[in-house]
């Protein structure tokens, strides 16, 4: 049997406080949702302190600054605490939970109950950021098996179904304990996706430390390190979060660019069914709307590199300060190398992947804005030519019509008892006599109009085509 004395689990949890454009209802809601992982006692008193505009690290509870609980399960009593603090514009909690009794070796399997109970306590509630799992103990004397197995039915109880060899990172030493890093990390957003309902539907990210410490004082020791590692996995967990949104980002913007090359293509002026001016200029601002949404989900996904970036550089500097302390602290081995291989991770193929995502769809967006242009100006062109054409024809009406009526008013116009247009009204049936007089000057006006309209745009063109 896999035995280990005071097993000890804690959950590192981060919820998102407040992100960039969101307003006062939206950051109401986050601190709601974070509300709901806690006990409602200390509901009222939580964010009397969360007050300034940025603080890197707040202790939310006060005198003191956790809040224990106890409960009984079939064997041992379960002890435990909450602490919650605010990291800048995440919140944070700590949830440790373990079997209050430190002289007898536990059973391995224990911390199945240990993460039921935690879990329990959350009231089903999930983190909208990221989360991290810490197994930890001391071996009992004589050691009946190496950490590493220990390790080994920790993570199984933990996490079933899991394989230790798929996900094991990497393993160091903290304090002369021995420390295992194991992660899962995988998008499992769907082909399509248009709308984010909460980051596990765009990642899965498992990440689970296991410290097995030589003895009870070396345990006691580390309990200085839990605001350290609340620190660092948050920068970790933010990462990773900042990279699957930018992932979500990504796919929106392809169907942005999807969306107008379809458009683009539909509004080609040299298609007759789309000659229709008002239509034509419609699909274009609708085009426009669509690269104006392009143009602001490209900022955010450059938003998102930059969120990776500053949290990396966190990320580095909180590791090698753990590690300079914990050699000052206390002459033991530490050796916490491996967790520096998640920091190359990011930066070989995280920021990597945006840096080369945001060339590309910046290319693709000025491609799209030159096209557009161009049919714009193409519309403004035909645009253009229509207006001329209507006050070419406004021009050329106006000249036979002037020339009409001026010969309309001609003296003794059609007086004549042989005048051509005297004797057609008279013998068309369906003229009465009493219209006869009135008409003739009309008919006059309007032969002589359409004839020198004629004539004019006969001439209009042959000068047109001269030239």
Request: hydrophobic share 35%.
């Given at each position: ?187 499992v957003m769907k082909e399509g996706t248009t709308s984010q309902t909460s980051i596990q539907n765009i990642q899965e990210n498992q990440h689970v430390i296991i410290i097995i410490y030589p003895d009870e004082a070396t345990a006691r020791e580390s309990a200085r390190f839990y605001a350290d590692w609340m620190r660092l996995f948050s920068y970790r967990h933010k990462i990773l979060w900042a990279y699957g949104q930018s992932r979500f ?219």
């Amino acid at each position: 049997m896999t035995d280990i004395i005071y097993p000890t689990l804690d959950l590192f949890l981060y919820d998102l406080r407040n992100a960039l454009g969101e307003g006062r209802d939206e950051f109401q809601k986050n601190r709601d949702f974070f509300l709901k992982k806690l006990p409602e006692e200390i509901h009222e008193v939580l964010f009397q302190k969360d007050t300034n505009f940025e603080d890197e690290y707040v202790e939310l509870l006060t005198k003191p600054n956790i809040f224990k609980f106890s409960s009984n399960s079939k064997s041992d009593p379960f002890e435990g605490y909450y602490y919650p603090v605010r990291l800048s514009d995440t919140y944070g909690l700590l949830l440790q939970c373990s079997v209050n009794n430190q002289t007898e070796a536990q059973p391995a399997k224990c911390f199945k109950e240990l993460k039921a109970e935690i879990e329990q306590r959350l009231n089903g509630q999930t983190a909208t950021i990221g989360q991290t799992w810490m197994v930890s103990g001391w071996l009992p004397h004589p050691e009946a098996k190496t950490p590493e197995d220990i390790a080994k039915d920790c993570y199984k109880a933990l996490m079933p179904g899991s394989k230790w060899e798929q996900d094991i990172e990497g393993q160091g030493q903290f304090l002369d304990a021995t420390i295992f890093e194991l992660s899962r990390y995988r998008l499992v957003m769907k082909e399509g996706t248009t709308s984010q309902t909460s980051i596990q539907n765009i990642q899965e990210n498992q990440h689970v430390i296991i410290i097995i410490y030589p003895d009870e004082a070396t345990a006691r020791e580390s309990a200085r390190f839990y605001a350290d590692w609340m620190r660092l996995f948050s920068y970790r967990h933010k990462i990773l979060w900042a990279y699957g949104q930018s992932r979500f980002l990504k796919q929106t913007i392809k169907n942005y660019f999807t969306a107008i090359e379809e458009d683009r293509q539909s509004i080609n002026p040299n298609q007759s069914k789309y000659r229709e001016f008002e239509k034509f200029r419609k699909t274009l601002i609708g085009v426009q709307d669509a690269l104006n949404h392009y143009t602001i989900e490209l900022n955010k996904l450059d938003f998102q590199g930059r969120t990776i970036d500053i949290n990396l550089s966190n990320y580095k500097k909180r590791l090698e300060r753990i590690e300079k302390k914990a050699k000052i602290e206390k002459k033991a081995k530490t050796e916490l190398n491996f967790l520096e291989e998640f920091a190359k991770l990011v930066e070989e193929k995280y920021q990597h992947q945006i840096t080369k995502d945001l060339e590309n769809l910046e290319r693709g967006m000025r491609l799209l804005e030159n096209t557009m242009t161009a049919v714009r100006n193409r519309v403004e062109v035909d645009k253009a030519e229509r207006d001329r054409n209507f006050q070419d024809t406004v021009a050329v009406i106006a000249v036979g019509w002037s020339v009409g009526s001026f010969v309309a008013s001609l003296r003794d116009l059609g007086k004549a008892k042989d005048d051509p247009v005297r004797l057609m009204l008279s013998n068309s049936p369906l003229v009465p006599k009493a219209w006869i007089e009135p008409a003739i000057p009309l008919m006059y006006t309007l032969g002589v109009a359409i004839a020198a309209a004629a004539l004019t745009w006969l001439v209009r063109q042959l000068w047109s085509r001269s030239r």
